[in-house]
């Protein structure tokens, strides 16, 4: 499965989290430790951008993930971390590199 992710980009600080970079319709996006190369978190939507604000909590994010620790995850370790995204044709594009992720078995929290 061919993948056109972008480059990096630093995990944003709590304070500036809205300013987060991607596809702002679907896509996927994946988020790793620099200093140790983890996955840590993927996922996808059809509003690829606004998911991922969502892995902060409120009040710096919109906060609607389910899991909390996700989010206090992300909250702890956002210096740690950086994040790369690739924009879909659909939903349906974006769902199945998502499942194509989790098939990998190498992150730290799935979807």
Same mark, same amino acid.
């Given at each position: 499965?061919?993948?056109?992710?972008?480059?990096?980009?630093?995990?944003?600080?709590?304070?500036?989290?809205?300013?987060?970079?991607?596809?702002?319709?679907?896509?996927?996006?994946?988020?790793?430790?620099?200093?140790?190369?983890?996955?840590?978190?993927?996922?996808?939507?059809?509003?690829?951008?606004?998911?991922?604000?969502?892995?902060?909590? /409120?009040?710096?994010?919109?906060?609607?993930?389910?899991?909390?620790?996700?989010? =206090?995850?992300? %909250? +702890? $370790?956002? &210096? @740690?971390?950086?994040?790369?995204?690739? /924009?879909?044709?659909?939903?349906?594009?974006?769902?199945?590199?998502?499942?194509? =992720?989790?098939? %990998? +078995? $190498?992150? &730290? @929290?799935?979807?």
């Amino acid at each position: 499965m061919k993948i056109e992710w972008t480059d990096w980009r630093p995990m944003p600080s709590p304070d500036n989290c809205k300013e987060i970079i991607g596809p702002d319709g679907p896509g996927v996006y994946q988020i790793r430790n620099k200093n140790t190369d983890e996955f840590i978190q993927f996922g996808e939507s059809k509003t690829c951008q606004y998911r991922m604000k969502s892995l902060y909590p /409120k009040p710096f994010g919109i906060g609607t993930r389910n899991n909390e620790s996700k989010r =206090l995850y992300i %909250l +702890n $370790n956002w &210096k @740690f971390l950086e994040y790369r995204t690739a /924009k879909t044709n659909s939903k349906e594009d974006a769902v199945k590199i998502d499942r194509y =992720l989790k098939s %990998l +078995n $190498n992150h &730290k @929290f799935n979807t």
